[in-house]
């Protein structure tokens, strides 16, 4: 039974204890804990888990719930600070892992530009478009607005699938092409389109679409 978490290294304890800690029910729950991460394959899609599915499967408290909601809001948003500044041509793994963080609790799709100065560093990050990523959601004029707003000379963009397959779908095609096009008139570079699966995703770059 985890008695006190500030004193012991947390990264002795497994993940079922430390949900537990962070549910607020240590004490009591660790078999809660560890039934939730069984049934929901882990802990991306614990934090993606439904309120009232939680409340009435589990017995979760509000309280609880809403515990869970924060620690998933704060890793977000360290991820996306900690995006600002890196180089993404020198790593690119890092810039992947950073948004998979970013995007760890989305239940929907959300697009997401990175938008980027001469040395390739990222100045910016911001969630455009939230919902089903196609060609009729995602509206260029607003990402070449932002890009010139912020001074961005190339651009990537990514979009997350909450269904968990990294492949994309033609709408994701179309997506990228009428971005390119669009960023290529005020001579700014799209650099790639990342999507994003449960722990794969797929580059638009890498597989030479761009």
């Known amino acids: 039974m985890v008695t006190d978490c500030c ?22 729950g660790q078999q809660v804990a560890t039934a ?15 309120s009232f599915w939680l409340r009435y499967e589990y017995g ?9 909601r924060l620690v998933a809001e704060l890793a977000s948003r360290a991820a996306k600070e900690a995006l600002v500044n890196v180089n993404v041509l020198s790593s690119p793994s890092l810039v992947r892992e950073y948004l998979a963080e ?38 260029p004029r607003e990402i070449v607005a932002a890009a010139l707003r912020v001074g961005a000379v190339n651009i990537i963009i990514a979009h997350n699938h909450p269904s968990g397959s ?5 709408a994701d095609h179309r997506v990228t092409e009428n ?3 669009a960023l290529r008139l005020v001579d700014i570079s799209l650099l790639d389109h990342l999507v994003l699966g449960q722990g794969e995703f797929f580059s638009f770059a890498n597989e030479g679409f761009l």
């Open 7 to 28: 004193s012991e290294d947390l990264g002795e304890l497994n993940s079922a204890q430390l949900l537990a800690i962070q549910l607020g029910i240590e004490h009591e």
């Open 36 to 50: 939730l991460l069984e049934q929901c394959g882990g802990l991306a899609k614990v934090l993606k888990s439904d």
């Open 60 to 68: 979760l408290s509000e309280a609880s719930i809403r515990r869970l």
């Open 102 to 139: 970013y995007l760890v609790a989305a239940k929907r799709e959300h697009f997401v530009c990175l938008y980027l100065d001469v040395r390739n560093q990222i100045i910016r990050v911001e969630t455009l478009f939230s919902g089903t990523v196609d060609s009729a959601s995602v509206y």
């Open 166 to 170: 990294a492949q994309p779908s033609d």
């Open 179 to 181: 971005v390119r096009r």
